[in-house]
């Protein structure tokens, strides 16, 4: 045994040895010579694992190529741009079933058979509306335009190798790699891992109620292997910190990151005077952006039933004109005398066809062109009476509500199901679903009803064994 624990042991040392020459001709850590080419490399590395070079010295092919895969830390939140804003918009507005009806209305109307009205005068009504709705949508982008620029103008401290010192610069111009240094209640610029902390346990306390609405501090603690060299000094300097840690005595272990290490996306720093973290995530890329699910057009519960109501119309509509076809058709059949100068030459059955389809365009008004314009309008006005509510209305902080979603705002309020669970204090840290009543009827859970069951009986047994005990002991 003794042998074997000595052959290992010269093993690693030769190991270390060979990691030292590599070093030695590789300031950086990195091959001068790499055995495979840009491509290959970042394929492998992008299978396995994800490889961040520190930006804070001179790059080498491997860390340069690494570095421009990865995304920059600018963010956008919009919808459209100069070039798809008609096609989207339009394509958009057309999941509305008013507004395909009304398209189809209008290349009705350019047939000559059964052309009811002028063929210009039906394009209006359909292009005022398109009109309207495309400003409010257009507006709206914008005013996600500025706030993503607002957002990516912000201004954070990133170290720069050749002033070896840290300078300001724009969140959109940091990248995967650079060394970013916040002070207290500053938002994370994107998504780092804690190398330093002025705090002398090596914790951080981050406020993450912009990514989960909690308002308790949450803690996060510098890499294990980072804190005995960090934390005795009272500054961090990214020029000392080589990438690379050589041990006296290697012992294969491996020392892996976690959660408790990385600081994300629009946290805030809270009780600690300065961090200094490097950026592993960038942009779209951090957690905070994946999980947004993009931009997307969304549809009140308002819009969705008037989509159902506009298809109910159109059905009484077809019956109103399949009714006046018919009518029509019988009527030419039962007319014999010529002094009313009826045509003779088209067939009753023909020109009930053509009614049907004029009467679809006479009959149009059933279904109100002006119903979006003026729901468009009313939201305007509650987005309006929203923004200047007293009531909602900061203070502390000196800001006001903002509605970013402007189709959705009558959905405020209209809540069906309320899920409840307050845990430690009055109640047990276990939700079982026992039963539920929807409109006067209970449904029961027999699965969850028997599991509870046992598990209160379960609980009356050790209470009762502890009865026993302590009474033992009494005796």
């Known amino acids: 045994m003794e042998r074997l624990h000595w052959v290992q042991q010269r093993c690693r040392q030769m190991l270390a ?24 490399f970042l394929k492998r ?10 930006r804070h010295r001179p790059p080498r092919q491997e860390s340069e190529a690494t570095s421009k895969s990865y995304k920059c830390n600018a963010i956008c939140t919009t919808k459209y741009s100069l070039l798809t804003f008609i096609p989207m918009n339009l394509f958009q ?40 709705i495309a400003i409010k949508d257009a507006l709206e982008d914008y005013r996600r335009y500025l706030f993503d620029r607002k957002i990516n103008n912000n201004v954070v401290q990133v ?5 070896k010192a840290y300078i300001d610069q724009c969140w959109k111009d940091v990248r995967v790699g650079d060394f970013v240094r916040l002070s207290c209640n500053e938002i994370i610029p994107a ?23 909690e308002t308790n501090l949450k803690q996060r603690q510098v890499v294990s292997l980072q804190s005995h060299q960090l934390l005795a000094t009272t500054k961090y300097y990214p020029q000392t910190h080589l990438g690379l840690l050589n041990m006296e005595h290697p012992s ?3 020392v892996g990151l976690h959660n408790g290490n990385l600081l994300l996306r629009s946290c805030t720093i809270r009780n600690t005077e300065t ?60 007319l014999r005398e010529t002094i009313f100068q009826v045509d003779t030459e088209m067939s009753p059955a023909l020109a009930g066809f053509y009614v049907f389809w004029t009467m679809i365009i006479v009959l149009q008004v059933l279904i109100p062109i002006s119903l979006y314009v003026s729901i468009e309008v009313v939201k305007l006005g509650q987005i309006y009476f929203i923004h200047n509510d007293l009531a909602l209305y900061n203070k502390q902080l000196d800001s006001r509500i903002q509605c970013r979603a402007l189709n959705i705002t009558e959905d405020l309020g209209q809540i069906q199901y309320l899920f409840s669970d307050k845990t ?9 679903f026992r039963r539920c009543s929807i409109y006067g009827v209970e449904y029961p859970h027999e699965e969850n009803a028997r599991r509870l069951q046992v598990y209160e009986s379960e609980k009356m047994e050790a209470a009762g064994r502890s009865v026993t005990l302590n009474c033992y002991t009494a005796v």
């Open 17 to 40: 040895e060979s990691s030292r020459r590599r070093s030695d001709s590789a300031p950086d850590g990195l091959p001068t010579k790499p055995s495979l080419d840009t491509h290959s």
């Open 45 to 54: 590395e992008r299978g396995r694992r994800r490889t961040v070079f520190a």
């Open 93 to 132: 507005q057309f999941h509305r079933a008013a507004n395909l009806y009304f398209l189809f209305l209008v290349l009705l109307n350019w047939v000559p058979v059964v052309e009811a009205f002028q063929k210009e005068i039906t394009m209006i009504p359909l292009l005022v509306v398109l009109t309207v």
């Open 159 to 163: 170290f720069c190798g050749k002033l």
């Open 191 to 213: 998504d780092m891992l804690l190398l330093y902390s002025s705090d002398p346990r090596g914790i951080c306390y981050i406020d993450t109620a912009n990514l989960d609405g």
């Open 252 to 254: 294969g272990a491996r």
């Open 275 to 334: 961090v200094v973290g490097i950026v592993v995530y960038a942009g779209h890329e951090t957690k905070a952006m994946m999980n947004n699910s993009g931009p997307r057009y969304k549809r009140s519960q308002l819009e969705k039933r008037l989509n159902t109501d506009v298809l109910w119309c159109v059905l009484l509509l077809l019956i109103m004109c399949l009714t006046a076809a018919i009518g029509h058709g019988l009527w030419l059949k039962s």
């Open 424 to 432: 430690g204090t009055l109640t047990e840290n276990k939700m079982v």
